[in-house]
């Protein structure tokens, strides 16, 4: 079923991003399975990941629908991002990184160097995304101020923009590898800089770091419409009238 789950998650997500998939179209399960060749189970457990990657959102009544999004909206969320958590790690250094926030993030920096190490020589990025999100909460949580972490909760309900999102195949090739190991080599490098109360520096490697997860993702948004990946897909009805005007259609547009 894994395997199931990892193809279908790759085809819906590329068909999103594409634009194949408009927002405010409609997932509907039975429609999907049978088009995909899977049972309803792994389809469900597909549409889940797409939600934690902010694709997707859960409607009220039951199901999903494809969230609004452009690539200049994400980053520009992302940027924001980068300027709030780099206030946060500022605070963290200066106020001295507790012994509790201390071993979380240690051992998030460690877990994210196991999978780069991993023997098969293969890093599983759903799992490294776990670690990321991880790494990010503790190092906001650690910062004390409830009202930046309120700001940042909010900044991250764009669509694709939170560092829970991931716009790469399961196993990412290695380009994709390269990105990943940056990622984590900027995630120790704050944290040093924390434990020796840095908080400027502190504060510049995570607006760098917000930076490059920027940039990542805008290229990979636009290789992915670039190939036209996922044609049109008939199994998906629009929301009423009301609904889809929160969700136009030149949301998904190409930035210029």
Same mark, same amino acid.
């Given at each position: 079923?894994a395997t199931q789950?990892?193809?279908?998650?790759?085809?819906?997500?590329?068909?999103?991003?594409?634009?194949?998939?408009?927002?405010?179209?409609?997932?509907?399960?039975?429609?999907?399975?049978?088009?995909?060749?899977?049972?309803?189970?792994?389809?469900?457990?597909?549409?889940?990941?797409?939600?934690?990657?902010?694709?997707?959102?859960?409607?009220?009544?039951?199901?999903?629908?494809?969230?609004?999004?452009? $690539?200049? &909206?994400? =980053?520009? #969320?992302?940027?924001?991002?980068? +300027?709030?958590? !780099?206030?946060? @790690?500022?605070?963290?250094?200066?106020?001295?990184?507790?012994s509790e926030s201390?071993?979380?993030?240690?051992?998030?920096?460690?877990?994210?160097?196991?999978?780069?190490?991993?023997?098969?020589?293969?890093?599983?990025?759903?799992?490294?995304?776990?670690?990321?999100?991880?790494?990010?909460a503790v190092l906001?949580?650690?910062?004390?101020?409830? $009202?930046? &972490?309120? =700001?940042? #909760?909010?900044?991250?309900?764009? +669509?694709?923009? !939170?560092?829970? @999102?991931?716009?790469?195949?399961?196993?990412?090739?290695?380009?994709?590898?390269?990105?990943?190991?940056?990622?984590?080599?900027?995630?120790?490098?704050?944290?040093?800089?924390?434990?020796?109360?840095?908080?400027?520096?502190?504060?510049?490697?995570?607006?760098?770091?917000?930076?490059?997860?920027?940039?990542?993702?805008?290229?990979?948004?636009? $290789?992915?419409?670039? =190939?036209? #990946?996922?044609?049109?897909?008939? +199994?998906?009805?629009?929301?009423? @009238?009301?609904?889809?005007?929160?969700?136009?259609?030149?949301?998904?547009?190409?930035?210029?």
């Open positions: 079923m789950i990892i193809k279908v998650v790759d085809e819906l997500r590329e068909a999103i991003i594409s634009g194949a998939l408009q927002p405010g179209e409609r997932i509907i399960e039975l429609q999907f399975s049978a088009k995909l060749g899977v049972s309803r189970t792994p389809l469900r457990l597909a549409l889940a990941e797409l939600e934690r990657e902010g694709l997707l959102e859960r409607r009220s009544s039951r199901g999903f629908r494809v969230r609004a999004f452009s $690539a200049n &909206e994400i =980053a520009d #969320a992302i940027e924001v991002r980068g +300027a709030l958590e !780099g206030m946060a @790690a500022r605070l963290v250094a200066e106020r001295g990184l507790d201390d071993a979380l993030m240690k051992a998030s920096v460690e877990k994210g160097w196991a999978l780069m190490k991993h023997p098969s020589g293969k890093i599983d990025a759903f799992a490294w995304r776990t670690v990321n999100a991880e790494f990010h906001v949580a650690a910062c004390g101020n409830r $009202a930046l &972490e309120a =700001a940042i #909760a909010a900044n991250n309900n764009v +669509a694709f923009s !939170g560092p829970g @999102a991931l716009a790469l195949q399961h196993y990412p090739d290695d380009s994709d590898l390269a990105l990943l190991r940056r990622a984590q080599e900027d995630h120790e490098a704050v944290y040093l800089a924390l434990k020796m109360r840095q908080g400027g520096r502190a504060e510049g490697l995570m607006k760098e770091h917000a930076w490059r997860s920027s940039a990542n993702r805008r290229m990979k948004m636009a $290789a992915i419409r670039a =190939a036209g #990946a996922g044609a049109a897909t008939p +199994a998906t009805t629009r929301e009423s @009238a009301d609904e889809s005007q929160a969700c136009p259609r030149e949301c998904m547009q190409d930035p210029s």
